[in-house]
């Protein structure tokens, strides 16, 4: 399987505890995303990364939150001190874009549920 | 937040019929695209229209775009039960390099 995986695909955890999330690309994309989504809505953008650097941060990611691509292939999304509002699916993508004009289409991982006690 | 408001937010259809769902959007895109999600899934991706495209096809998947109206439909025809899902626009923006999720329509087809 060359898709993007997700581990682990289930997470509980008691409010107050560090939780980290890995997510593995398809191998030759070099962008990679992170979305949390919740019950009945669409994904949220939280951060991507274009290789190793990570771009852009959303106002959604508070200082618990901090994600990682030390070397331009799999990615880690680490909370601290969780709380029972970051009870989530955590969602992960990857694309390739080379060019200005690339379409972007993103290829998403089966995601992680993240559950909060 | 999401930019994105889809219409309907749920939708029940007989086996065989054509189901029609619609995205409007608020900002200037540079493509929009629809993705398919299974139950406690990831995302899959459907189809994408870019911004200077006014329809296009693939299969069963007809997606159209009125950029005078920021808006979108895709229309599934032949619907089949393996088409229950839930579906969601997301617009490219220029400039910016995300996708923006609309809030979804769940479509339930009845055999």
């Known amino acids: 399987d060359t898709g993007v995986s997700q581990d682990p695909r289930h997470k509980i955890t008691k409010r107050g505890q560090n939780v980290t999330f890995r997510c593995d690309p398809i191998?030759?994309?070099?962008?990679l995303y992170w979305y949390r989504q919740t019950l009945g809505q669409g994904p949220e953008f939280l951060t991507y990364?274009?290789?190793?650097?990570?771009?852009?941060k959303s106002r959604l990611l508070s200082d618990r939150f901090s994600a990682e691509r030390p070397k331009g292939s799999f990615s880690t999304l680490e909370i601290q001190r969780t709380e029972q509002g970051d009870s989530a699916m955590y969602l992960c993508a990857s694309s390739l874009v080379q060019t200005e004009r690339a379409k972007n289409i993103q290829y998403f991982g089966a995601g992680t549920r993240l559950s909060v006690l | 937040s999401q930019q994105g408001e889809e219409d309907p937010q749920a939708l029940s259809i007989q086996e065989g019929e054509n189901a029609t769902m619609n995205c409007s959007y608020k900002?200037?895109?540079?493509?929009l695209q629809w993705y398919r999600q299974n139950s406690g899934r990831g995302l899959v991706h459907l189809i994408l229209i870019r911004s200077n495209e006014r329809e296009k096809h693939s299969g069963r998947l007809r997606v159209t775009l009125d950029t005078s109206k920021k808006s979108s439909s895709l229309l599934i025809t032949a619907s089949r039960a393996a088409d229950t899902a839930s579906y969601f626009c997301?617009?490219?923006?220029?400039?910016?390099?995300?996708?923006?999720f609309g809030t979804g329509t769940r479509l339930t087809i009845i055999p």
């Open positions: 191998s030759e994309h070099n962008r």
């Open positions: 990364f274009q290789n190793e650097a990570q771009l852009e």
């Open positions: 900002t200037s895109i540079n493509n």
């Open positions: 997301a617009q490219f923006e220029r400039g910016n390099e995300k996708l923006t």
